[in-house]
Nanobody
Framework: QVQLVESGGGKVQPGGSLRLSCTAS????????MGWYRQAPGKERELVAV???????NYADSVKGRFTISRDNAKKTVYLQMESLKPEDTAVYYC??????????????WGQGTQVTVSS
């Protein structure tokens, strides 16, 4: 079994900061790309940021310069540092990872989501 568990969501005022974490556990052999997606009410899930196994990050235009994605391979954890938050960043944030398991099977796994609310 593979599991992704997110943490760090909450409510913050506009202009504030939050740091999301997502840790993978289970019978993991290797983790390739990891990323964060979000889904606001009434909207489709969208890409926020992704990071390769070599730690190269790519971002949606809407968050460039404000969000930073990073990872700690030893901890099997990906982070999303969010600065200068705006009300339009309000959404459920989901972690995603491309994982190879010890039985050599692979697939894309999702966390359960963590709510981020930006409001005064």
């Amino acid at each position: 079994q593979v599991q992704l568990v997110e943490s760090g969501g909450g409510k913050v005022q506009p202009g504030g900061s939050l740091r999301l974490s997502c840790t993978a556990s289970g019978n993991i052999l290797r983790i390739n790309g990891m990323g964060w997606y979000r889904q606001a009410p009434g909207k489709e899930r969208e890409l926020v940021a992704v990071i390769s196994s070599g730690a190269t990050g790519n971002y949606a235009d809407s968050v460039k310069g404000r969000f930073t994605i990073s990872r700690d391979n030893a901890k099997k954890t990906v982070y999303l540092q969010m600065e200068s938050l705006k009300p339009e960043d309000t959404a459920v944030y989901y972690c995603n990872a491309q994982i190879y398991k010890t039985d050599w099977s692979s697939g894309a796994y999702w966390g359960q989501g963590t709510q981020v609310t930006v409001s005064s």
